[in-house]
């Protein structure tokens, strides 16, 4: 089985009865009353004509990508804390 690359979007939208209808558009993850906003995941090739889609709609104010793909995630330089390391070695 092989993994797909899968990426967010950010939904605007202007009323709570309308995130029903973004289900149909990707896997809904969250959505937010207050700030009338929804996080919807759909596969990575296909983020563009999403957004082109769901920005016709006529309840959508507007749509972002997420960029949690761009932001490196690999900490090379890390330095450990002696506090924590003193701490793992006192239960041997």
Known sequence: ????SRQGIVVYF???KNVRHLKKH???IHAS??????????NRDEV??????LDKLSYVIRTE???KPEIRTDFENAKPDKA????????I
């Open 1 to 4: 089985m092989m993994r797909v």
């Open 84 to 91: 924590k390391e003193y701490d793992y070695k006192f239960g």
């Open 48 to 53: 563009e004509s999403k957004m082109a889609e």
């Open 26 to 28: 990707g896997h809904l």
């Open 14 to 16: 202007q009323q709570m």
């Open 65 to 67: 990508p997420s960029h």
């Open 33 to 42: 009353k207050r700030r009338k906003y929804a996080i919807i995941y759909v």
